[in-house]
């Protein structure tokens, strides 16, 4: 059956208290709509782990697909461990619910080593349906292509766009907060470095007012030596 994401309005689902983020890439990934050309196009894939608002022993996994060039363009999946086994049964996957995130990232990864090529080796394909849409991961070889994954996600609706969006304020807001308080230390090590530069030409100018004095006083008595020893040479 498809796994796709429950309306966010329900008591279940993804607890975001819980989220880890695992990836955040931008994909090039080829966009199938209906009346408009397939084009690919660069979408933010966030994958995060963590469990349900319900049962915190229960794991889940949410990936978002979004645009940074539409604010509204979002794709969500969210896949809990026992629902995995359906899954894993369907498409013949092969590793366990705790090895499965690392496998989508690394497809996604070879999707974007694989972008510089004129027929790229490994494609994301996203079909974008009104009910739902679906995502897969293809391997072109010289005979067919072959379909590593297939996902079926669920488009953003209202609620979920704005929920989305507003999770992704309170993300900028505090890397913001995060980043004024990293310039308020630079700015007091700066200070504190400045104060240690201005100590430190202190002692300079006296060491070398100091070395000064003693040369000048070198000087007079290796003169008043030269003169004593000029006199007892001049008696004798």
């Given amino acids: 059956m498809p796994l796709i994401l429950e309306d966010e309005r329900t008591a279940h689902g993804f607890d975001p208290a819980s989220a880890n983020t695992l990836y955040w890439k931008d994909v090039p990934v080829l966009v199938r709509q209906q009346d408009r050309e397939d084009q690919t196009e660069h979408l933010t894939f966030r994958i995060l782990s963590g469990v349900t608002k319900q049962n915190h022993s229960l794991r889940v996994l949410r990936i978002h697909v979004s645009s940074e060039e539409d604010p509204y363009f979002l794709h969500t999946l969210e896949v809990t461990e026992d629902e995995f086994q359906s899954l894993k049964a369907e498409q013949g996957i092969l590793v366990d619910f705790a090895s499965f995130p690392g496998k989508i990232i690394s497809l996604l990864e070879r999707c974007i080593a694989s972008q510089a090529a004129d027929m790229p080796r490994f494609q994301a394909v996203l079909a974008v349906r009104t009910a739902d849409s679906g995502l897969k991961i293809v391997e072109t070889n010289d005979f067919k292509q072959l379909p590593h994954i297939t996902l079926a996600f669920r488009p953003g609706n ?6 989305f ?4 304020l309170s993300e900028v807001k505090r890397d913001c907060q995060l980043l004024q308080g990293q310039l308020a230390n630079s700015k007091g090590e700066s200070l504190e470095c400045q104060q240690q530069l201005s100590n430190c030409r202190q002692q300079l100018s006296s060491l070398q007012e100091q070395h000064s004095r003693q040369t000048l006083e070198l ?15 001049w008696t004798g």
């Fill in 158 to 163: 209202d609620f979920t766009v704005k929920q």
């Fill in 165 to 168: 969006l507003a999770f992704r």
């Fill in 219 to 233: 000087k007079r008595s290796c003169g008043s030596r030269q003169l004593q020893h000029s006199k007892t040479s």
